[in-house]
């Protein structure tokens, strides 16, 4: 099932700032509906160069993918990025929601 993405959600209701307050790259509508965010701006799966740039010029504070096995490693790219993975809700087939923020300092 996909109660991963409903636990996702409820996690970043309880733990993360509205997308109205602060800058959320968001790219599942089920994950933001289940956060509560219904009015959020749930991006479409862009290209990850281009996704790559709005998160390193620190466009967003939180960045939250529906990923799958097919997506590779998010962890080191996701790194790359200047993001870190905060947490990670597991599937059943390997996709996930991962949930990241921007590291702070140089």
Partial sequence: GKDYMIDAGKWLALTASSPANSPVYVDS??????????YADVSE?????????DFKSGKF?????????????VDAWLNECGLRVIKRFHGQRKEAVVIAERMLGP
């Fill in 29 to 38: 509508s089920r994950v933001a509906y289940y956060a509560g965010w219904r």
């Fill in 61 to 73: 504070d939180l960045v939250v993918l529906e990923v799958s096995s097919r997506d590779g490693d």
């Fill in 45 to 53: 799966r862009a290209d990850r160069m281009k996704m790559m740039g």
